[in-house]
């Protein structure tokens, strides 16, 4: 009922001022029957829209779910990114309680997406600007801590060599390169954490 009464009000009055409420609203409903290509329409109608509104960055969030659930895991990575962009791109700018959980769960989909893809291989692609280098290297930490939670050790160590080989003198490649040899020596891995020594 709750649709049928949405699909009315953005049909018969396209210019309301609650269009992009109304819009986000139905591709909640959408989404959580499972519609995801009708939900991920409904999104792009809220950021299509000429005014920004507070619906924005959930709207990207969730096309980027709509897209992942089904199955297009490159287009997803795209909204999800701008989502990273929005919340990220700003060094030094305090986020709210909600902007950090916001955050957090986008790097989770973010993370399984490049999972399925190539891994870290697939990461370089998407770090177009300055803005996006800022926070390249949670993009590689967080994959290797989901590659971790999947007990797949090497490819956690190479995710995180990966950003260290990319930025060798980045503030954070050597965080991320002593954390190579941390999961080496706690896996039992000697000889490969005395290699991550010597790089």
Do not use: C
């Amino acid at each position: 009922q709750s649709l049928k009464i949405l699909n009315r009000l953005v049909a018969e009055h396209p210019g309301t001022a609650y269009a992009a409420e109304a819009q986000f609203r139905r591709g909640e409903l959408l989404f959580s029957t499972r519609d995801y290509a009708g939900a991920e329409a409904a999104y792009a109608t809220v950021l299509t829209g000429t005014e920004r509104t507070q619906y924005h960055e959930r709207a990207l969030y969730m096309q980027g779910w709509s897209r992942f659930k089904q199955g297009r895991l490159d287009d997803a990575l795209k909204p999800l990114f701008g989502v990273l962009d929005a919340k990220l791109g700003n060094e030094g700018a305090e986020l709210s309680r909600a902007d950090r959980e916001l955050v957090e769960d986008t790097f989770r989909v973010t993370s399984i997406s490049l999972a399925n893809l190539q891994g870290a291989e697939s990461i370089p692609a998407y770090i177009t600007d300055d803005k996006r280098r800022s926070y390249e290297f949670r993009v590689y930490e967080q994959l290797g801590e989901l590659y971790l939670k999947q007990e797949r050790v090497k490819d956690a160590a190479d995710t995180y060599s990966a950003f260290a080989r990319r930025q060798p003198l980045h503030a954070q490649a050597p965080q991320l390169q002593a954390r190579v040899i941390e999961i080496y020596q706690g896996n039992g891995f000697p000889a490969l954490a005395l290699d991550a020594k010597k790089d």
